[in-house]
């Protein structure tokens, strides 16, 4: 296997210098990057598409399932990660699923590790790259499959910065532009009971739409204790949940769930502003690296509406993650629970319930069959954009408006990547001394 861990940094342009290009070319308007468009044809159903997944932890294990299950003639034929041990696990653990096995061809020689594993997936063959890396890897990621002509499955969040966001826009615009695919992973979007759910607010069961509140509270997550051997960088990475510049925090890590089913009731409005408060009152030591353990975060738009958007990690409390409509004639509840509506009559969600993650895969590749590939571009961008939104709300302290949010010249990376470089500064943010930037 080749190693790639040696630095990147002399011989690729570091994130700073590509987002400051990519931020460029967002804020000038839309863009074609590269010369030769992907042609907008059918893909004949015995043709095969062959896969690449660059990120191979538990959800780019389970994508890299859900895309072998979403079509009879798709391959996986590369795989990338920073580590070897996780690209060997995730192998053995598709191997193991006897409906897909046989779908599985990954030499030696299409196995790349390193910080720029990414670059080697996207030039092995491959038509479709599947991006589940931490957070703040997808704006380079994106912009590389996209530039190189690849369709895109994207999980969630998309950046954990406005440069990233800008970045993403900017990348979305040209995928448009050449034929291309992009399937978020914002899944809620792709459940069939949600689906009806919103249909029926959009159509005006509850009225206008008066307040919201996206609810997410449940226990905390895993963490690895640092090994001898382990570079600050490596550290990092292992933890990578717990670093506010490679996650997002985790309200924009996976409360952005939660935003972005309130996003899409509100046909996908930008809220115009957003205030709140958060802080660590239980994930307090150092293996926690800087994120928060809670987050309260009110959203504004532009008629009156406020989103109460409330996340937190925590242990021993109730577990709870849904969200709650209220309008002029009724109120809806979504959530693990059910799928309900009051409002002169009650209603609820009663039709198939569906795998929504499985489902993304489905209707991605059925839209590359077809010749009329899926854009989820714009809205995976702006929710990821409205939960850092809120993470600059409540790590400030201040009422931060969208505008100033989108045009955040707040950059979360690195200077290079390498195993021996630094990572950024992880500084616990202190409402009302950390400073908007």
């Not at 044809?41 to 598409?49: D, F, M, N, Q, S």
């Not at 499959?145 to 895109?152: I, Q, R």
């Not at 925090?249 to 935003?259: A, G, K």
């Not at 937190?312 to 009724?330: A, C, F, L, M, N």
Request: charged share 20%; hydrophobic share 35%.
């Amino acid at each position: 296997m080749k190693e790639n861990s040696e630095s990147t940094g002399s011989r690729d342009l570091t994130r700073r210098q590509f987002l400051k290009s990519s931020t460029t070319a967002a804020l000038a308007g839309p863009f074609v990057a590269g010369q030769a468009f992907a042609q907008n044809r059918t893909v004949a159903p015995g043709e095969t598409l062959r896969v690449g997944l660059i990120g191979c932890g538990g959800r780019g294990t389970g994508a890299a399932a859900q895309a072998l299950a979403a079509d009879p003639n798709v391959k996986l034929v590369a795989l990338g990660d920073a580590f070897k041990d996780r690209l060997q696990g995730s192998l053995e653990t598709l191997r193991q699923q006897k409906d897909i096995a046989g779908k599985i061809d990954v030499p030696e020689e299409r196995r790349f590790t390193g910080f720029d594993a990414y670059q080697q997936v996207i030039a092995s063959g491959v038509e479709v790259v599947l991006l589940a890396t931490p957070p703040h890897f997808r704006p380079i990621h994106l912009k590389a499959a996209v530039d190189d002509g690849k369709h895109v499955f994207a999980e969630k969040p998309v950046a954990v910065d406005a440069p990233g966001v800008r970045s993403v826009l900017a990348t979305c615009e040209t995928a448009r532009q050449k034929h291309l695919a992009i399937v978020s992973g914002l899944a809620l979007r792709y459940a069939n009971g949600h689906r009806e759910t919103v249909r029926r607010i959009h159509d005006g069961a509850l009225g206008p739409v008066r307040a919201l509140q996206a609810n997410d509270f449940r226990g905390p997550l895993w963490v690895k204790p640092r090994q001898p051997g382990w570079t600050d960088m490596e550290y990092h990475m292992r933890n990578w949940y717990y670093f506010t510049w490679l996650s997002g925090d985790f309200n924009v890590e996976q409360h952005v769930h939660m935003l972005d089913l309130c996003a899409w009731i509100m046909k996908d409005e930008s809220p115009v502003s957003a205030m709140g408060l958060g802080g660590r009152q239980v994930r307090t030591g150092p293996e926690y690296g800087n994120i928060y353990d809670h987050h309260a975060v009110i959203y504004e738009y532009a008629q009156g509406v406020k989103l109460h958007a409330y996340c937190r990690q925590q242990s021993g409390g109730v577990d709870d993650i849904s969200v709650e409509v209220t309008g002029s004639q009724g109120t809806a509840a979504l959530s693990q629970r059910g799928l309900f509506m009051t409002t002169d009559a009650k209603w609820s969600y009663v039709g198939v319930k569906n795998n929504q993650s499985q489902t993304e895969h489905d209707e991605l590749f059925a839209s590359i069959r077809r010749g009329q590939p899926i854009n989820n571009g714009d809205y995976m961008a702006k929710s990821t954009l409205m939960a850092i939104l809120g993470r600059m709300a409540t790590y400030t302290g201040q009422k931060i408006t969208w505008e100033q949010a989108l045009n955040s010249q707040e950059n979360l990376s690195p200077e290079r990547y390498d195993w021996d470089a630094q990572p950024p500064k992880s500084e616990v943010a202190i409402p009302g001394v950390t400073k908007f930037i």
